[in-house]
């Protein structure tokens, strides 16, 4: 019996650029250099998908794949996300984790009322911020310490008061 593998979406394919099938993409870590760690494990649509870079365009990389030799070949992936198995994810230290881990962590307030429970992780640019299930703001993972956050136990807790 094979064991059921979890993709873990990397990036996603934005738009064509050009015609001779370069597209744009949107990479959901911190920078592109993490690609490279996972050349050969990078999949999109269950086909295994090799990565060229070509160029930064503001927050947009351009890429290109011996997939992809037309702007309608790749007109046919666009909105598609390019996935890793969770398996291939590099092995972290202790006090590190991954944003999928904090994902349905319980999220308490230096009383130890709980707040929320995570439900996404968004960046729009000035850095990651928590989205709670049943909970009006977002919290900033800037804000949080790292020994605040216990990943075996699900939990997170803030050093501010329900009060605010």
């Known amino acids: ?50 990565l060229e870079k070509k160029f930064r365009k503001g927050k947009v990389f351009v890429y290109g794949s011996s997939l992809f030799n037309s702007a309608d070949e790749v007109s046919k992936f666009i909105g598609e996300h390019i996935w890793i198995n969770e398996h291939d994810l590099e092995k972290l230290q202790d006090n590190e984790f991954y944003h999928k881990d904090l994902i349905n962590c319980k999220v308490l307030d230096f009383d130890s009322n709980q707040l929320g429970i995570v439900e996404a992780i968004h960046n729009f640019g000035a850095g990651d ?9 977002m919290i900033r993972l800037n804000d949080i310490e790292k020994k605040s956050i216990d990943i075996k136990q699900k939990v997170i807790k803030l050093k501010i008061s329900h009060r605010i």
């Open 1 to 50: 019996m094979s064991a059921i593998r979890k993709k873990i979406n990397i990036a996603k394919i934005l738009a064509t650029h050009g015609i001779k099938g370069l597209f744009k993409l949107e990479i959901y870590n911190i920078n592109d250099l993490d690609l490279r760690k996972y050349k050969n494990k990078i999949y999109i649509k269950n086909i295994k998908l090799d």
């Open 129 to 137: 911020l928590l989205e709670l299930k049943n909970y009006k703001y």
